[in-house]
């Protein structure tokens, strides 16, 4: 029997293909889609709200992991297995979270003593690197993987951008063959290095002087920008199609990948980047003075002649409303007027 994956769902991951183990300490996640179009690595089972701290909740909304109690709380939320890894050190943890911790340590001793469980041979680093693995086709040191910037956000592919194939499945069920790139989207540009402490870090901005080239996006349109950090090609663009393996591009990290940083723009890539920069002439603002006589409050809105500030506005309007009483109370004691 075949699985349908409904249309109105934001996730188009089956709920069997979110099930793994941590390659880190075997114990098992879910990986589901954020809200920030990445992958996070969930705790199967719920945790009551009141004993996880507001900074470690989360939970589901249609299939998509969220920050944050849900706002229809009904007393549980889930907790991100990066946040209570035993395989990680972990910086300014909550001691409430300390249990839960020892708890996967001793289950991560018992699948190693077992045989069922042999750990990945280098140990991670951070929380990061156990929330966003690098993919199993990402180049090895000394090859060639470009980054991805937009508003801030840094993600690094697999390889380089001329490489990066779409995720989505095509209609025999396998990956479909098409390209992300497309360079009318993007440029060549420097960007800083994220800050990363240690030795290495202080080596890396040494050698390329703290900044480093990345491919940034400059189309303002969101749909295009998703559809990069979603790894689809335009044929896939709306996403309602199923993915054929995960999403391949990660936080970009100082120190994980610091070989791949490039202190010059790649060639071969249709770029913006010697395009005299625009010229905007801006106008300065005309202030507009409240037209009551000896008011100084103005405004550099566009408003209309005879423009007064709310303050001016409200007396004279108070004014008004009295003279009116005033008169209504003139009238009604004058007996002509009966």
């Known amino acids: 029997?075949?699985?349908?994956?409904?249309?109105?769902?934001?996730?188009?991951?089956?709920?069997?293909?979110?099930?793994?183990?941590?390659?880190?300490?075997?114990?098992?996640?879910?990986?589901r889609e954020s809200f920030e179009a990445t992958r996070v690595p969930l705790i199967p089972v719920e945790f009551p709200t009141k004993a996880v701290p507001?900074?470690?909740?989360?939970?589901?909304?249609?299939?998509?992991?969220?920050?944050?109690?849900?706002?229809?709380?009904?007393?549980?939320?889930?907790?991100?297995?990066?946040?209570?890894?035993?395989?990680?050190?972990?910086?300014?943890?909550?001691?409430?979270?300390?249990?839960?911790?020892?708890?996967?340590?001793?289950?991560?001793?018992?699948?190693?003593?077992?045989?069922?469980?042999?750990?990945?041979?280098?140990?991670?680093?951070?929380?990061?690197?156990?929330?966003?693995?690098?993919?199993?086709?990402?180049?090895?040191?000394?090859?060639?993987?470009?980054?991805?910037?937009?508003?801030?956000?840094?993600?690094?592919?697999?390889?380089?951008?001329?490489?990066?194939?779409?995720v989505a499945a095509a209609p025999e069920g396998e990956r479909c063959a098409n390209l992300v790139l497309d360079v009318s989207e993007g440029r060549w540009t420097q960007t800083d290095i994220p800050y990363a402490q240690g030795r290495a870090h202080q080596q890396i901005l040494n050698a390329t002087g703290g900044l480093m080239w990345v491919w940034t996006l400059t189309s303002l349109d969101f749909m295009d920008v998703r559809r990069w950090l979603r790894q689809r090609c335009h044929d896939h663009a709306d996403e309602r199609a199923r993915e054929a393996c995960?999403?391949?591009?990660?936080?970009?990290?100082?120190?994980?990948?610091?070989?791949?940083?490039?202190?010059?723009?790649?060639?071969?890539?249709?770029?913006?980047?010697?395009?005299?920069?625009?010229?905007?002439?801006?106008?300065?603002?005309?202030?507009?003075?409240?037209?009551?006589?000896?008011c100084g409050n103005g405004t550099v809105s566009a408003v209309w002649d005879g423009w007064k500030c709310y303050q001016c506005a409200r007396r004279e309007r108070r004014r008004q409303a009295t003279h009116q009483r005033w008169q209504k109370e003139a009238a009604s004691e004058d007996p002509l007027s009966q």
């Open 246 to 294: 995960d999403v391949e591009l990660v936080a970009f990290d100082s120190w994980r990948h610091g070989d791949f940083i490039l202190d010059h723009a790649p060639a071969g890539y249709a770029s913006t980047q010697d395009e005299p920069a625009q010229v905007f002439d801006l106008v300065t603002p005309v202030r507009q003075i409240c037209a009551t006589e000896g």
């Open 54 to 166: 507001p900074r470690y909740r989360w939970h589901l909304d249609n299939g998509i992991a969220c920050l944050g109690a849900n706002p229809r709380d009904y007393g549980h939320c889930r907790i991100k297995h990066s946040s209570v890894c035993p395989a990680v050190p972990h910086e300014d943890l909550d001691p409430t979270m300390d249990s839960i911790v020892r708890k996967l340590g001793i289950r991560m001793r018992q699948m190693i003593d077992a045989g069922s469980f042999v750990p990945a041979p280098a140990a991670p680093r951070s929380e990061a690197e156990v929330q966003e693995p690098d993919p199993a086709t990402a180049a090895d040191a000394g090859g060639i993987r470009h980054v991805i910037h937009h508003g801030g956000l840094l993600r690094i592919a697999p390889g380089p951008l001329d490489e990066l194939q779409c």
């Open 1 to 31: 029997m075949g699985m349908r994956i409904w249309n109105s769902s934001a996730s188009k991951k089956p709920v069997r293909d979110i099930q793994d183990r941590c390659s880190w300490c075997g114990n098992p996640v879910e990986w």
